[in-house]
């Protein structure tokens, strides 16, 4: 498979090219040149087939040419070696629980795909990588963890000082190796805009051999698509279902629609916003106006610029129309957020965080309004899942005052509260952080 560059300057580059870039030289997303079509009889009968195989199934046609089978399928099996439970919550609503990982956030299996990949591309490479990202909480702490030790690649990672949570700030403050966390004084568009400098500034670039971590690296991208089959294998409805997730880039929503359109039964896509709202304003009036990020309390997703949505407008072949019909995006607020956690919790005693929450409420409201859409007592109701992204324990203080109970911690991350935080502080400034960069010894 070869990608090509969303700005349409750059020259198509391989699956590995694409992974060890991040970005297109002429500063576009890149995206697949075709989409794969899975077959019926493996959509059929996915309910055959291993965790193991759906990965390799799923993930070979996009890494084909630049990594053998067997080297594929380890990395596959070492990303996905923890469960993906589809829950139930309620008669008609289902959780997948995407926060089984080794850092309680979805984004562990991006970030563990992604760091397989580039460890096996510098097999026999004398420069070091160096992993730039920047983090509104959740990719920081899984980024930190998957490259852990990575022989070859340096990870630095930049995060909004006293914006996220007190579990997220150990996960990627408190590993040291290879892994360097610089606390930006300053919001997460502050950390993404320095990190988009830094791409661009071409001293840095021949200092260090730099790539991205975020969702744009496909590598990062498009394991997410198995998330989506994973559901559909423990889908037991007759309909397909109704698909609610929390967003904030907008990569992983991205990769649940590549599925669909590769063949994956989905009835409709539901894009859960918090007040970081420039999608579906979109929606709305047809106007794509970026905005400051907001904080709230499912900071993962307080993106002002959702770096991803320009993929999702490719998918469609830039017709909003047909977007449309296969995508909602609702902006919901921080009360109606812990309203939803508190409610939840009393009716069917499920644990929501606030990205899982905001991601409830918005099916929840979707689905009374398709019920009554089209009323007709004979078919079955729709069902819907809601993608639970992370592990209430890293959000205690709201989830513990809503729900009036203690949240345990899961023994993978007790660990933590016994070690040192180490990190660097730093003004929000590119000229700042270059200086830094400059005098560090490679
Ligand atoms: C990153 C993250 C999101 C948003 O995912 P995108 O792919 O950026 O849309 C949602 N919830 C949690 C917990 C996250 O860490």
């Known amino acids: 498979m070869n990608y090509y560059s969303l700005n349409k300057i750059s020259a198509s580059a391989t699956f590995e090219e694409a992974t060890v870039k991040g970005q297109a030289p002429d500063k576009g997303l890149y995206f697949p040149e075709s989409i794969p079509a899975l077959s019926k009889d493996f959509i059929t009968n996915i309910q055959s087939y291993s965790k193991e195989e759906i990965g390799f199934t799923v993930m070979k046609p996009f890494v084909g040419g630049s990594i053998p089978d067997?080297?594929?399928q380890h990395i596959v099996n070492e990303t996905i070696n923890f469960d993906f439970p589809l829950v139930k919550v309620s008669d008609?609503?289902?959780?997948?629980?995407?926060?089984?990982?080794?850092?309680?956030?979805?984004?562990?299996?991006?970030?563990?795909?992604?760091?397989?990949?580039?460890?096996?591309?510098?097999?026999n490479k004398n420069q070091k990588t160096t992993v730039l990202v920047a983090t509104s909480g959740d990719t920081g702490g899984a980024v930190?963890?998957?490259?852990?030790?990575?022989?070859?690649?340096?990870?630095?990672?930049?995060?909004?000082?006293?914006?996220?949570?007190?579990?997220?700030?150990?996960?990627?403050?408190?590993?040291?190796?290879?892994?360097?966390?610089?606390?930006?004084?300053?919001?997460?568009?502050?950390?993404?805009?320095?990190?988009?400098?830094?791409?661009?500034?071409?001293?840095l670039n021949n200092k260090?051999?730099?790539?991205?971590?975020?969702?744009?690296?496909?590598?990062?991208?498009?394991?997410?698509q198995l998330y989506y089959f994973y559901a559909y294998q423990q889908w037991q409805q007759e309909k397909p279902p109704i698909i609610s997730v929390p967003s904030g880039n907008f990569g992983n929503i991205c990769a649940g629609i590549l599925a669909n359109i590769s063949g994956l039964p989905v009835k409709h896509f539901i894009a859960a916003c918090n007040a970081n709202d420039v999608v579906p304003e979109f929606l709305k009036t047809g106007n794509y106006q970026p905005k400051?990020?907001?904080?709230?309390?499912?900071?993962?997703?307080?993106?002002?610029?959702?770096?991803?949505?320009?993929?999702?407008?490719?998918?469609?072949?830039?017709?909003?129309?047909?977007?449309?019909?296969?995508?909602?995006?609702?902006?919901?607020?921080?009360?109606?957020?812990?309203?939803?956690?508190?409610?939840?919790?009393?009716?069917?005693?499920?644990?929501?965080?606030?990205?899982?929450?905001?991601?409830?409420?918005?099916?929840?409201?979707?689905?009374e309004w398709d019920n009554n859409e089209f009323d007709n007592s004979t078919?079955?109701?729709?069902?819907?899942?809601?993608?639970?992204?992370?592990?209430?324990?890293?959000?205690?203080?709201?989830?513990?005052?809503?729900?009036?109970?203690?949240?345990?911690?899961?023994?993978?991350?007790?660990?933590?509260?016994?070690?040192?935080?180490?990190?660097?502080?730093?003004?929000?400034?590119?000229?700042?952080?270059?200086?830094?960069?400059?005098?560090?010894?490679v």
């Open 70 to 72: 067997d080297v594929l």
């Open 92 to 123: 008609t609503i289902y959780s997948l629980e995407l926060f089984h990982g080794p850092t309680l956030a979805f984004k562990d299996v991006g970030a563990r795909f992604m760091s397989r990949c580039l460890g096996y591309f510098n097999r």
């Open 144 to 203: 930190a963890n998957g490259f852990l030790g990575v022989e070859g690649v340096d990870v630095i990672i930049l995060y909004p000082s006293k914006k996220v949570s007190p579990v997220q700030e150990l996960q990627l403050t408190t590993l040291g190796k290879n892994i360097t966390a610089i606390e930006i004084t300053g919001s997460f568009d502050d950390c993404q805009s320095i990190v988009k400098q830094a791409f661009a500034d071409a001293e």
């Open 208 to 224: 260090y051999s730099l790539t991205s971590a975020n969702s744009i690296n496909v590598a990062r991208w498009l394991p997410q």
């Open 292 to 367: 400051q990020s907001i904080a709230t309390i499912s900071n993962a997703m307080d993106v002002g610029n959702p770096s991803n949505f320009i993929r999702i407008l490719e998918l469609f072949h830039q017709k909003t129309d047909d977007l449309k019909s296969q995508l909602s995006s609702v902006s919901i607020d921080d009360v109606t957020t812990e309203e939803t956690i508190k409610d939840i919790f009393k009716k069917y005693n499920y644990v929501l965080d606030p990205h899982g929450a905001v991601a409830y409420y918005a099916l929840k409201e979707y689905m």
């Open 379 to 441: 078919l079955p109701k729709p069902a819907g899942i809601f993608l639970e992204t992370a592990h209430p324990v890293k959000f205690p203080e709201i989830v513990e005052a809503v729900t009036a109970q203690k949240i345990e911690a899961p023994e993978s991350v007790e660990y933590l509260f016994d070690r040192k935080k180490l990190s660097i502080e730093m003004q929000p400034s590119f000229a700042a952080f270059k200086e830094w960069m400059m005098s560090k010894n």
